[in-house]
């Protein structure tokens, strides 16, 4: 019997919802807010009952009936490190999603949104793989300073899911395979998949590797810390650098890749070169990520908005084709992605994890 679920997907000045049935959509909407909306809210959990009321009402403008869902998804928040997996939205989870764990950020409201709407039904609630999924072996914590232990934050929803597709598309569990998964979008993650955990991972968020169209990604640690004492910038400023404005954008105005190819093929030869050293710093990763492999790797899976850059591609491919075959999925379907890791424990493949 198939089952209707609702994803809801909170972003910081938007809601994308969708309606599914089993796997197929029956439609999404973005929910856009103006950041006057927003800014009525000092906390990212006020924000709560504004954004489910649009919710709902748009529901009833589609004339959808909410008592036929079978269950409901919000995207995971900043919560602390846990396995991957479907989670149950339980109190604990809850409060944690509320004070926002590891940091304030609008999708600790996906498991709250989905948890009130679900319990007025009577239905499910859970979140799915969030960006704080930790499976990283005990020896990659080490960073060299003590006091500054790496940590897993990345794109572990799209990771996952593209994974979990190439594996069912070749016929095996994605348990059984070991592949190095990379994601390219404002932010960039790569991630050695061992026999279904990511083993070892670059802090998309603020830390390390390579930089892409909006973060810094590592850079000279000693020159950085002199440019924090230099006296020239504030704290936010020097974070705004990191995260926001390195990247692309510190050194060619835009976060857009499709910028960037225009530049090329206008004769932009710095343009040229950038692109160059991100497809650079780009293969290294992946040739480090299979050193944590001991070179055992099945498959290596591009993924995210830049996997549509074909000049970028064909860049890493010539780099890194040595190493293992390529499959690419271009984009991120995050909305499908967390509906299957509902429908996985709805259809009894798999348990939903507590919190």
């Not at 190493?323 to 499908?336: H, K």
Request: aromatic share 6%; with cysteine.
């Amino acid at each position: 019997m198939s089952k209707k679920s609702l994803i809801i997907n909170p972003g910081s000045t938007s809601t994308k919802i969708g309606v599914f049935e089993d796997e197929t959509l029956l439609f999404e909407e973005t929910l856009r807010h103006s950041t006057e909306e927003i800014a009525r809210y000092d906390k990212i959990v006020d924000q709560k009952d504004f954004r489910k009321e649009i919710i709902v009402n748009l529901l009833k403008e589609k004339d959808f009936d909410i008592s036929s869902l079978d269950f409901i998804v919000g995207r995971g928040g900043m919560l602390k490190p846990i396995p991957s997996g479907t989670y149950e939205v339980n109190d604990e989870l809850l409060k944690d999603l509320e004070i926002g764990r590891q940091g304030q950020h609008a999708s600790n409201l996906g498991g709250i949104l989905a948890k009130e709407i679900a319990d007025s039904i009577g239905v499910p609630a859970y979140i799915v793989d969030p960006t704080v999924v930790d499976e990283m072996m005990d020896i990659a914590r080490y960073s060299g300073i003590p006091e500054l232990p790496r940590v897993s934050v990345f794109h572990a929803l799209n990771q996952k899911a593209v994974a979990r597709r190439y594996a069912k598309e070749i016929g095996k569990a994605y348990e059984e395979l070991d592949l190095i998964v990379v994601h390219m979008g404002g932010g960039v993650s790569v991630g050695p998949h061992k026999h279904g955990r990511v083993i070892d991972i670059f802090n998309a968020l603020d830390g390390d590797g390579a930089f892409s169209p909006e973060r810094a990604g590592a850079v000279p640690s000693g020159a950085l810390v002199k440019l924090c004492y230099s006296g020239r910038y504030t704290e936010a400023e020097v974070m705004k650098k990191v995260v926001g404005n390195g990247g692309f954008n510190a050194y060619l105005n835009t976060n857009d890749m499709r910028d960037v190819d225009r530049m090329v093929e206008e004769g932009n030869e710095e343009a040229a070169r950038i692109r160059e050293a991100f497809i650079l710093q780009m293969s290294k990763d992946i040739g480090s990520m299979a050193c944590v492999l001991e070179g055992k790797v099945d498959q290596i899976i591009l993924t995210g908005g830049i996997a549509y850059d074909k000049a970028v591609v064909a860049g890493i491919r010539k780099r890194c084709e040595w190493i293992a075959p390529f499959t690419v999925y271009p984009g991120e379907d995050e909305l499908l992605a967390l509906c299957q890791g509902g429908l996985r424990v709805m259809n009894g493949e798999e348990k939903a994890k507590k919190y």
